[in-house]
């Protein structure tokens, strides 16, 4: 049904930004031109963002087509240096909505614009974020939304497996050559750096072995044959827990990379954001189950252990690695993710349990190179940040 078209500025909440009356405005335009005809959107909610890119929520108050009630409208800055996370997110989204609908596992692109550095997206709704079940009192509900997050993530491996060559195209065509994943460069600087910095700060050294080991894991990263579609970032709050299942938000390192690496995710809790508790015994176990089950009709030699598991130990030491070469230069007893609130647990309490837990895999594989790094950078992180850093509290849900 039409509605009323009307002329002129959209309408805005008084309480709005200049930049978020300027998404707005701007979105209103590229809408009007992708459609040929005069779309007026009004009441903008803002979503929050990264860094200074802008999110709003706006409805759409006139137009002359059948578009949604609302919409989701994205504005991104200047890209800075060799990183541009507009054009990661508006590839990742032309990729995945030319998914079949029912294959979709994220909001559709209604609209982009180059020069905007904008795009307009399929308002998934209110729908509570994987963050809200973990920091809620159901332990059920939690549960189910961390499954579903496993799920869903193999399902779109599976989905988007072997695409490479279609997503560096897209972005040829966005004007780039930014096609590489954005972690990639950040594995290989950990795997260079970390002993260095293991050595200086912690006053651990990094055996023959251990290197070996994670220059083996790099290159099984980097060679990888088993790629598909990667959102990149793992939080929580990028996970919207839905009636049909969870649906992924915010792609803006999105990429095609080795999938395992992604799995690896599941047995180092959201190892791209400093807001993770711990989770219940059992429970990453379950998670891997899970993506395999959705994997293995697309890549069936995960199914056997003997050729999953220690990759899987590779991309969980790359992980460790990662967040340890990030975080120690500043590493504090009591530095607290300033994304949550401050019962947020220390990041050195966060680091030392991933080493913990890197410590106990290796050790069921028999790696005992790992098992001994881990238990040396164990044991200094105990020595400077005392006992309590290697008691992570569970999630709210699970208390």
């Known amino acids: 049904m ?23 405005a701007a979105a209103q335009s590229v809408l009007s031109g992708r459609f040929g005809a005069q779309i007026r959107l009004a009441d903008p909610e803002d979503l929050g963002g990264a860094g200074r890119s802008v999110v709003v929520r706006v409805r759409v108050a006139a137009t002359p087509f059948s578009l949604p009630r609302t919409l989701v409208v994205k504005r991104y800055p200047p890209a800075a240096a060799d990183r541009d996370p507009f054009a990661h997110e508006t590839v990742s989204h032309q990729l995945l909505t030319a998914l079949p609908s029912e294959e979709r596992l994220t909001p559709e692109l209604v609209a982009h614009d180059i020069r905007k550095r904008l ?19 159901d332990a059920r509900a939690a549960e189910r939304g961390l499954l579903s997050w496993a799920h869903a993530m193999g399902r779109l491996h599976a989905t988007t497996a072997g695409r490479d060559a279609d997503f560096d195209a897209l972005m040829r065509r966005q004007g780039t050559q930014c096609c590489q994943d954005p972690v990639a460069v950040d594995v290989h600087a950990a795997r260079d750096g970390l002993p260095e910095l ?42 919207l827990v839905t009636s049909k299942g969870v649906r992924f938000l915010d792609f803006e390192g999105g990429c ?45 030699d995960l199914d056997d252990d003997a050729v999953f598991l220690p990759r899987l130990l590779e991309s969980q030491l790359l992980w460790v690695w990662l967040s340890t070469w990030r975080a120690l230069p500043k590493l504090t007893a009591t530095e607290q993710s300033g994304h949550r609130g401050q019962d947020a647990p220390p990041r050195s309490t966060i680091l030392t349990s991933r080493w913990v837990r890197l410590r106990t895999d290796a050790a069921s594989l028999g790696a005992t190179a790992i098992v001994e790094h881990a238990d040396a950078v164990v044991a200094a992180l105990v020595e400077r940040y005392g006992e309590k850093a290697t008691r992570l509290e569970l999630y709210p849900a699970f208390r």
């Open 198 to 239: 293991l050595e200086r700060v912690l006053e651990v050294e990094t055996s023959g072995k251990a290197r070996d080991f994670a220059a083996a894991a790099v290159k099984g990263f980097v060679s990888s044959r088993r790629r598909a579609f990667s959102p990149s970032t793992s939080c929580p709050d990028n996970h």
């Open 119 to 137: 795009v307009v997206l399929e308002d998934l709704g209110k729908a509570p974020r994987l963050a809200d079940k973990l920091l809620g009192q």
């Open 256 to 300: 095609v990379r080795d999938i395992v690496f992604d799995a690896a995710c599941l047995r180092v809790p959201f190892p791209s954001c400093w807001c993770a508790y711990g989770l219940p015994a059992g429970m990453s176990e379950a998670m891997v189950a899970a993506w395999r089950a959705e994997v293995g009709s697309v890549w069936p």
């Open 2 to 24: 039409s509605v009323e078209i009307t002329a002129g500025s959209p309408d805005v909440d008084n309480a709005a930004t200049p930049e978020i009356d300027e998404a707005v």
